[in-house]
């Protein structure tokens, strides 16, 4: 009744008794639609530089064909809050990029995954945020993970993945870096 019939009543009775399989629309089988249950999930999810496993089960979902399903829903939500928005964005940029990219993770995903996860997440971020500077968060990543132009390659062999503005915001990104001068680098 809940997912072929919006029923809100089995919304609420399935939250109350069965947590597991509502959460599991969400990260198993990448079941975005619905903006309360994405809401619901993520405020019954810690984001904890320990275990960021949960966390990530909530960014995207990895479907059969092997493509990527990215929860814009997710990022929608945390950037209603500005202030809180700026701490979480910041989290996933010191903390989950970090993780996603440790090749000690037992993630199963490819380089070109996870360079698509992250270019949707940068573009989100940019086009969103509202005082959104481009050091803050893509320059930084630009100058400290793209520095042989890796990513610069795959994005443009993935024509940007289709993401509007992401072509511009990237190549902005790469000139500005992170905003920080370092010692023989020109202003």
């Known amino acids: ?5 919006d029923s809100k009543a089995h919304f609420k009775w399935l939250i109350l008794n069965d947590e597991t399989f509502m959460r599991s ?3 198993t089988f990448g079941y ?4 309360a249950l994405v809401e619901w999930v993520a405020e019954n999810t810690k984001m904890d530089a320990q275990d960021l496993e949960p966390l990530n089960e909530i960014i995207y979902n ?5 493509k990527i399903g990215f929860n814009y829903t997710f990022l929608k939500i945390i950037s209603e809050n500005d202030e809180k928005a700026t701490e979480k964005f910041n989290f996933l940029k010191w903390y989950y990029f970090d993780w996603l990219l440790n090749p000690k993770n037992t993630l199963e995903l490819t380089f070109s995954q996870k360079a698509e996860i992250i270019a949707r997440m940068h573009s ?3 086009s969103n945020m509202n ?11 630009a100058e400290h993970y ?3 132009n890796t990513y610069s390659k795959e994005f443009k062999a993935k024509n940007y993945y289709n993401i509007p503005d992401f072509e511009k915001q990237w190549k902005e990104a790469k000139l500005e870096g992170d905003g920080i001068t370092l010692p ?3 202003e």
């Open 1 to 5: 009744m809940y997912l072929f019939n």
């Open 25 to 27: 629309l969400v990260t």
């Open 32 to 35: 975005y639609d619905d903006t």
């Open 62 to 66: 990895k479907k059969c064909d092997g």
């Open 124 to 126: 989100f971020i940019y």
């Open 131 to 141: 005082d959104y500077r481009t050091y803050e968060f893509m320059g930084t990543f």
């Open 146 to 148: 793209d520095y042989d």
């Open 184 to 186: 023989g680098e020109m």
